[in-house]
């Protein structure tokens, strides 16, 4: 092996490495790779990763880690701890998200060619379990950051105001492929 690259740096062979940009931000190489953008970079290298911000952390564990009420902390863990196990679910059609910021097994999802795997009763009970404790953080954190500002003396609408963006923050993460249920009760796949 020595021999080989030995050989190559005396004949002069080179690499050449294309710039490297680091972004947080949703970038046009990202774009052609989860195929929401139909011109190919050419002789372009990407690297990617799963993580929403550029210090390696996502924006679940960001909060996390910023909240001083242990409470609200437990369960933010607890909501990035489950993250991965519901992004799956939800990509197989078993599970999606409502209008009120829940997460709600997905009616439609009998007919779906993945919906096989989730026949075991073991399989079954871990999806509930799983749909149990997501929910029920998800509800506390809402109480609680209802209950704090609310005491800080904010207005009913204002209330309104904050309990519907601590909704829409869960409702509007669906991805493409992903299933939802609609202001109406019917049940969507996300395009």
Same mark, same amino acid.
């Given at each position: ?32 790779? @989860? ?91 871990? @999806?509930?379990? @799983? ?61």
């Amino acid at each position: 092996m020595k021999q080989i690259i030995l050989f190559f740096l005396l004949i002069g062979c080179s690499f050449k490495v294309p710039p490297i940009t680091i972004t947080n931000a949703q970038t046009a190489a990202e774009k052609q790779m @989860v195929g929401e953008d139909r011109e190919l970079e050419r002789e372009g290298w990407m690297i990617g990763s799963i993580q929403s911000s550029t210090n390696g952390q996502n924006n679940q564990e960001k909060l996390a880690k910023e909240e001083s009420d242990p409470e609200i902390r437990a369960h933010r863990i607890r909501l990035n701890y489950l993250s991965s196990e519901i992004k799956k679910y939800k990509s197989h059609g078993i599970l999606g998200e409502t209008p009120q910021g829940y997460v709600k097994l997905n009616p439609l999802a009998s007919s779906l060619p993945t919906y096989i795997h989730y026949e075991l009763p073991a399989k079954k009970k871990r @999806v509930e379990d @799983v749909v149990l404790f997501l929910n029920e953080s998800r509800k506390f954190i809402m109480e609680k950051e209802l209950s704090t500002h609310k005491k800080k003396g904010k207005k009913e609408d204002e209330l309104l105001k904050i309990k519907q963006n601590l909704i829409d923050e869960y409702y509007k993460s669906i991805s493409i492929g992903e299933y939802f249920e609609t202001e109406t009760g019917r049940w969507e796949k996300y395009q």
